[in-house]
């Protein structure tokens, strides 16, 4: 990949962080309040003694991309199937629900799962996600088949 056409975000963790950290390169998301920097981690390793043992040098880094980009830095690890974020924004979104939704978020709430409409909501997020592996193959399964039905039409190649 060109620096040139590179994500100046990318490349700065990619540069930064040392290889012997983590053992993939590391994973780099970001949107406009955060930057989540993710590493994966081999199972023997302890997560706190990772965690502890290079928290001065990860500020540095995070320092100088907070200051770069304007934007938190997040930093986390994956040990197999877990993730374990050591820092994490949360921030507030503004949506609009109608009644039906609200309801959703109501029954949440009435039922004891959540404390409020907002934490309800982020549960529901919380559950889209953990499923979201799933739907997205379902999704795209289903993408495939209407592509194939356009192929077979009367304007299909």
């Given at each position: 990949m060109?620096?040139?056409?590179a994500?100046?975000i990318?490349t700065?963790?990619r540069?930064a962080v040392p290889?012997?950290w983590f053992?993939?390169?590391?994973?780099?998301?970001?949107?406009?309040?955060?930057?989540?920097?993710?590493?994966?981690l081999?199972?023997?390793q302890?997560?706190d003694?990772f965690?502890k043992?290079?928290?001065a040098?990860?500020?540095?880094?995070a320092a100088?991309?907070?200051?770069?980009?304007?934007?938190?830095?997040?930093?986390?690890?994956e040990?197999?199937?877990?993730?374990?974020?050591f820092?994490?924004a949360a921030?507030p979104?503004?949506t609009?629900?109608?009644f039906f939704?609200?309801?959703v978020?109501?029954?949440l709430?009435?039922?004891g799962?959540?404390?409020?409409?907002a934490?309800?909501l982020?549960?529901?997020?919380?559950?889209?996600?953990?499923?979201?592996?799933?739907?997205?193959?379902d999704l795209?399964?289903?993408?495939?088949?209407?592509?194939k039905v356009?192929?077979?039409?009367?304007?299909?190649?």
């Amino acid at each position: 990949m060109s620096t040139a056409t590179a994500d100046p975000i990318e490349t700065l963790f990619r540069t930064a962080v040392p290889e012997s950290w983590f053992s993939a390169p590391v994973q780099v998301f970001s949107d406009q309040e955060e930057i989540v920097v993710l590493g994966a981690l081999p199972a023997e390793q302890p997560v706190d003694a990772f965690r502890k043992e290079t928290r001065a040098e990860r500020m540095a880094i995070a320092a100088q991309a907070e200051h770069t980009f304007r934007r938190k830095v997040t930093w986390g690890v994956e040990q197999g199937d877990q993730r374990h974020l050591f820092t994490s924004a949360a921030l507030p979104v503004a949506t609009r629900l109608r009644f039906f939704e609200r309801a959703v978020l109501d029954t949440l709430v009435e039922g004891g799962v959540a404390r409020s409409r907002a934490d309800a909501l982020a549960w529901c997020v919380k559950l889209v996600a953990r499923h979201q592996e799933e739907w997205l193959a379902d999704l795209r399964q289903a993408i495939s088949a209407v592509e194939k039905v356009r192929q077979e039409g009367p304007d299909g190649a």
